[in-house]
């Protein structure tokens, strides 16, 4: 790292002890930006830099909710309003946990430049809650979003801030948030979140999108190389939104996906996943990986090792932030895995990163790879905002051409800054000197 850039990242590491996904978050983007800044040195000029890994806005807040037994709990909301350059801030809510202040940084940070990609005048923010739904009952699932709600309420807003699902958040959530924020503000303001429910604002083609969108992401780099998807063996992680849709994209394509996970273990089966049942095991019964097991002859369910460990030509990491690490990936590359395109946030450790691209294989950081979902989030506001609504097909050409484009910027920024097919500069490159413009015409704010 150059310098002047090194001396940000200490000062981020100083500033925000503990936060080690912050920390690495950061450094994977300034890594990136040394090509940017030799070439164009006023990006480090008026701390710049230094602003933008300082989120404009944190909150936190106490979050208390009484269960079925009547038991009072506490838990910590978080919403971290990072980056405004673009637009109203944007990005999902996250109900694990595992959440914590470093968690919703680094989140919130990868965000700015991911939406800059989709070129949707979309800002950065990320929010969430320490609070495990699993096991909790829909009455308990309710009171905890109103009482997540009525403090996020004063904060959000359809030009202001726009939170979405994540990880333990989905339909459900977003309604019962949704009809909270209503109630509290006496207003349909239906753009205050994405994700809606069809009947109440929300865009055909939003729940399919960030694994629809991580899927084409792959496609596209497969298509520079001449090659395409049909035929391949597909190793998925995750059986949650994006792992389920990123498995129906890859069969519509001809290709085979033979995995998924969830925290109990792993599931091979290879004759190919069955979707409609994995689709009723996870999002009719909220079951485990087990349950698919159990009716599906010749499927096989792993508890130990890693997803990683079962061989094939391509890797889509659809769980949660350092899913796969350096042994994982070299184990993928012994198999023959030639393309990783990133459907979580920040799945692959900087270890793995650094085999995957030593090895010169197709690699789509998340930021590029699964900007599909922001991308459709932002078509529903647009929708919200015309009062209008699409049909399917329409909405996923809207998808398709937006990824097509993202995949496209980071192809020409790769080889403006001098490293053709990489993808992971060509990302943080072409974001970063988006918002860095328009930081700069909006002056020191
Ligand atoms: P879901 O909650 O729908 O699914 C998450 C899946 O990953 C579940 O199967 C879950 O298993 C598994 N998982 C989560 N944490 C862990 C863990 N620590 N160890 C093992 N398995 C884990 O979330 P999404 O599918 O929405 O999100 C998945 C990833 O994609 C996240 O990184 C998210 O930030 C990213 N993403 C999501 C977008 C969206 O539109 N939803 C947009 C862009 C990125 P279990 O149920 O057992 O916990």
Redesign the pocket.
């Known amino acids: 790292m150059q310098d002047v850039v090194e001396k940000v990242y200490e000062q981020v590491v100083a500033r925000n002890r503990g936060e080690v996904e912050f920390h690495q978050a950061v450094h994977e983007v300034l890594e990136s930006l040394d090509p940017v800044i030799a070439k164009h040195p006023h990006y480090a000029e008026g701390a710049l830099l230094e602003r933008i890994v300082e989120p404009e806005r944190q909150i936190m807040f106490r979050v208390p909710w009484v269960d079925d037994a009547g038991q009072v709990h506490v838990n910590r909301g978080f919403r971290v309003e990072f980056n405004s350059a673009l637009g109203p801030y944007k990005g999902?809510l996250?109900f694990?946990p595992?959440v914590n202040a470093g968690i919703i940084k680094f989140?919130g940070f990868e965000q700015i430049f991911k939406n800059a990609l989709t070129a949707q005048g979309i800002g950065g923010g990320k929010g969430g809650s320490d609070f495990d739904p699993?096991g909790r009952s829909d009455a308990e699932v309710m009171r905890f979003c109103q009482s997540f709600m009525t403090e996020l309420a004063r904060h959000i807003g359809p030009s202001t801030d726009v939170p979405?699902?994540?990880?333990?958040?989905?339909g459900r959530e977003i309604g019962y948030m949704f009809g909270q924020y209503k109630r509290l503000r006496n207003s349909y303001d239906a753009g205050v979140l994405t994700?809606k429910g069809l009947a109440w604002g929300g865009s055909l083609v939003r729940t399919e999108?960030?694994g629809y969108g991580a899927v084409l992401f792959a496609q596209s780099m497969l298509s520079t190389k001449g090659e395409s998807l049909e035929g391949k063996k597909v190793i998925v992680?995750?059986?949650?939104?994006?792992?389920i849709y990123a498995i129906e994209k890859a069969q519509q394509l001809g290709a085979t996906p033979i995995t998924f996970?969830?925290?109990?273990g792993y599931v091979v089966d290879e004759a190919g996943v069955d979707l409609e049942l994995l689709k009723q095991v996870?999002e009719v019964e909220r079951g485990?990986v087990a349950d698919y097991v159990e009716r599906r002859p010749g499927a096989r369910l792993v508890t130990g090792g890693s997803v990683w460990d079962v061989p094939g030509d391509v890797a889509l990491p659809?769980?949660?932030?350092n899913?796969l690490d350096g042994d994982a990936a070299a184990t993928l590359l012994r198999g023959g895995c030639g393309v990783v395109s990133e459907?979580?946030?920040m799945?692959s450790t900087p270890e793995a990163v650094e085999a995957f691209q030593k090895a010169g294989i197709l690699f789509g950081p998340?930021k590029a790879a699964?900007a599909g979902?922001?991308a459709t989030s932002a078509l529903e506001m647009e929708q919200n905002a015309g009062r209008t609504r699409w049909d399917f097909a329409t909405a996923e050409a809207k998808l398709t051409g937006i990824m097509a484009d993202i995949h496209d910027s980071c192809v020409a920024a790769a080889e403006e800054y001098g490293r053709p097919g990489d993808y992971v500069l060509g990302a943080n490159a072409a974001g970063f000197t988006r918002v860095a413009d328009v930081m700069i015409a909006h002056g020191i704010v």
């Open positions: 999902g996250r694990h595992s989140l699993h979405a699902g994540d990880i333990g958040v989905g994700g999108a960030t992680s995750g059986a949650g939104n994006v792992a996970s969830d925290s109990s996870k485990r659809c769980a949660t932030q899913e459907g979580a946030n799945p998340g699964n979902g922001v």
